[in-house]
């Protein structure tokens, strides 16, 4: 391996592992819901249009800092700064940025817990075990905390392995398991009753739902949250691509698949609300719209697979290993933020490093799970809401303002010696200065107001 610290073997495992930490909850169970309560393929086009046109710019900030450093986010931004003063200040946003990431992957950990209890809850009725299955369900603190210490586990387990050895090769056999799951699910969900109706609601375009400039902003957050900005994930992931990787080809390939997830994600959810909504199972809340969040996921879904008989058992099997295996890819996206800076910075062993940081983020679950109710809404707020656009502005601004540009189109060279001739390099530093910040203080302002 040319660099001790690590790095990505391949531009497939680089993608594999960039795409398997944006790919993750979100996509499955908040995209495909919003387009389909805001405009159908309208929202899909707005948001297409916003995740290349925004949130690509903003990830391209992080991948080019943190490949520029090869290391970790504290290190990086001080690296680029131009003084005392500044380096300081890029010291507490890489700081902020490693808290900030810790309690996502507090709240994170809680929810794939779940589902993988799901998963094992198929499991137990497959065999018979019905008491078990029922338990398995059940909101139960032993439950919850037994099954996210499992998840935190297994992120931990990944993550001691190292970059190349741990991150890259789990997601180069996960990602593709992924896939494959997602296009069986679509296939076998086009074949129900009801489907077709469900497909109509995502596909057909509502152009006046879509340019309500609320729902501009909504699709925008979307985007944005989707490709796990702002907390300085894609700055390590960036830090491990080596010298000649194109990076401006590679942001591109993390923003495509993300978004052919997310786009794939509704042709399975959807559909299957409609199918459900055929067998009986209200799909609708209180006002009107179609339910989404955890009560899609662990209310309606299994409604409705409930009503399909053995087919059900297996298709929920295959839906949580799906949730299951995108959670993963990008928990350990998040373990990895803190445990480099303190390998790095604080000289520990990644063993060492990893076990401490897990274990600690545990702790911090089992203390939201104690107070489920006055601390799991407000860390996913304070996390999501504000943290992450704040953060994700901060780099935007450390790479639009305070890094030289002749540094940036040194480090964009290295990988291709004829960046300066390209649209990239035509468009991007200034886009990164002026355009983006804007946007993000706009969501911001509009999150605030909200
Ligand atoms: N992008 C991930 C998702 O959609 C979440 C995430 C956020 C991952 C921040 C890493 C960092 O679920």
Known sequence: MASPRGEFSSRFGFVMAAAGSAVGLGNI???PTQAASNGGAAFLLVYLLLAFLLAYPALMAELIIGRHAHANGVTALRSISRGPQTAN???????????????ILSFYGIVAGWMIAHFCSSLASIVGLDPLATWLVDFSFIRNVGFMGLFMFLTAAIIAEGVHDGIERWSSRLMPILIVTLFLLVGYVMTLDGAMAGLKVYLLPDFGAAVKP?????????AFFSLSLGAGTMLIYGSYIPDEGKLPALGGWVTGV????AVTAGFVVIPAMYVALNNGVEIFGADGSLISGDTLIFTVLPALFDTMGTAGVVVSLLFF??????ALTSSISMLEVPVSYTIENHSYSRRRAVYLIGFSIALVSTLILFNFDAL????IAATTRYAQPLLGLMYCLFCGWVWHRNGILEELRKGQPDIEQGLFWAVWPWYIRYVVPAIILLIFANSLLN
Do not use: H
Not at 89 to 103: E, N, P, R
Not at 376 to 379: C, Y
């Open 214 to 222: 609320q729902l501009i902003v909504s699709a925008l957050g979307a």
């Open 29 to 31: 169970w908040g995209f």
């Open 321 to 326: 290993a799906l949730m299951t295996i995108a």
């Open 376 to 379: 799991f809404g407000l860390v």
């Open 89 to 103: 200040v890029g010291s507490l946003i890489g700081l902020a940025g490693i808290f900030t990431v810790s309690m």
């Open 258 to 261: 993300d978004i052919m997830i």
